[in-house]
């Protein structure tokens, strides 16, 4: 049951990629799809941060307002990192939550850019909801979409560089405490590699260094298709593997070398095909593909840092993300190949243009 439930949601992936690429037909429509997800992403942020000052969310009171849900009673709620509360939203943990904010910051800068400058509101809200995780995952993600943008985008870049000052002091006031738990968690005593092997033998959580050698050497048992795509079950009665905080490590366990080079393929031929076209395309089009290639290329790299696949909400929002770039990259072949109106007439037969041409005696 396990493995048909992870093979599921692996195809509801698939099935949302495919649904976006078949209703995004034009580029209008491409924006309101990026303004509906900036728009989301940015309440679900502004309660995270509601939730990091005041410990308060309502998405455990769901249930209240649509029966049909229940509550989860695993659910964690207050998590804590140093001296601040880590904010879980309506994600399963705060990582979760704090990739899916990532995700949609570049869209939020795409959007305010070519639509209103009220949208920076929207920036300034998902930057504030990641920093509210405490999530050290969240900041590197932040990191890459940043070194994407600067290659990409190089000047309007190097411009914004001098907003960082204020973002970090609107953080201080907005999340007292954030700031300083994020330094800890980064520079913790004994240095991060350290820090990353404290717990070795621990199942549960043993740290992602620690995590290497063990999870290698099961993998030179399996190396090129792994043990079956869901068998490692990490939590329940049915347990029978350890918590992975790496996606690409668990990817080579359970699909092997073919199915993680298929993934690594993947995410460069969206950087390639996405940032090559953003780069040479100065357009409001060439910004899109930009805040593509950066959120995918985000994702990407977090999945070193976290098991990606296993959190729903962030997954989801990668699908969505590809297919609406699928569709973008689409509708620009479509009208570069669209005929003009005079070549899009139908031609004359070669016997009718025959007959044309004959001279008829007076």
């Known amino acids: 049951p396990t ?20 209703v995004v037909r034009t580029t209008a429509t491409a924006d309101v799809l990026a303004k509906t997800l900036v728009a989301g992403g940015a309440a679900v942020a ?35 990192r140093g001296g601040a509360t880590r904010a879980v939203g309506s994600a399963e943990h705060p990582i979760a939550l704090g990739a899916a904010l990532v995700l949609l910051v570049p ?31 969240g900041v590197v993600m932040l990191v890459v979409i940043g070194l ?16 960082l ?4 002091v609107v953080t201080h006031f907005a999340a007292p405490g954030t700031l300083g738990s994020l330094q800890q968690s980064f520079f913790p005593e004994g240095g991060l590699i350290e820090d990353q092997r404290r717990s070795e033998g621990s199942c549960s959580s043993a740290g992602r260094v620690a995590d290497l050698a063990p999870t290698l050497a099961e993998v030179a048992r399996k190396p090129f298709l792994g043990y079956g795509y869901g068998t490692r079950i990490t939590t329940g009665p049915d347990a029978n593997a350890c918590i992975l ?58 999945m070193f840092t976290f098991d990606a696949l296993s959190f729903i909400q962030v997954s989801f929002l990668l699908f969505i993300i590809l297919g609406l770039g699928s569709a973008v990259a689409a509708n620009a072949r479509q009208r570069g190949r669209s005929p003009s109106p005079t070549r899009g007439r139908p031609s004359a037969s070669r016997s009718t243009r025959a007959r044309r041409s004959v001279v008829m005696p007076t």
């Open 148 to 163: 994407v943008f600067l290659a990409l985008r190089p000047r309007e870049t190097r411009r914004l560089w001098p907003l």
């Open 165 to 168: 000052v204020p973002m970090l």
């Open 46 to 80: 502004l309660l995270a941060v509601l939730e990091a000052r005041t410990g308060m969310t309502p998405f455990t009171k769901l249930d209240a307002v649509i029966p049909i849900l229940t509550p989860d009673a695993s659910f964690e709620s207050g998590l804590g």
């Open 245 to 302: 905080d790496n996606q690409w490590l668990g990817t080579l366990v359970e699909v092997g070398a073919f199915g993680a080079l298929a993934w690594l393929w993947l995410f460069l031929r969206v950087l390639r095909r996405f940032g090559g076209a953003a780069k040479d395309d100065p357009s409001e089009r060439g910004w899109l593909l930009a805040a593509m290639a950066a959120s995918v290329t985000a994702y990407a790299v977090g």
């Open 3 to 22: 493995v048909v439930k992870s093979l599921t949601f692996l195809l509801s992936f698939f099935v949302v990629f495919y649904l976006v690429v078949s």
């Open 107 to 137: 869209f939020s800068v795409y959007v305010a850019r070519t639509s209103s400058a009220r949208w920076y509101a929207a920036v300034i809200a998902l930057v504030l909801g990641v920093f509210s995780t405490v999530s050290r995952t």
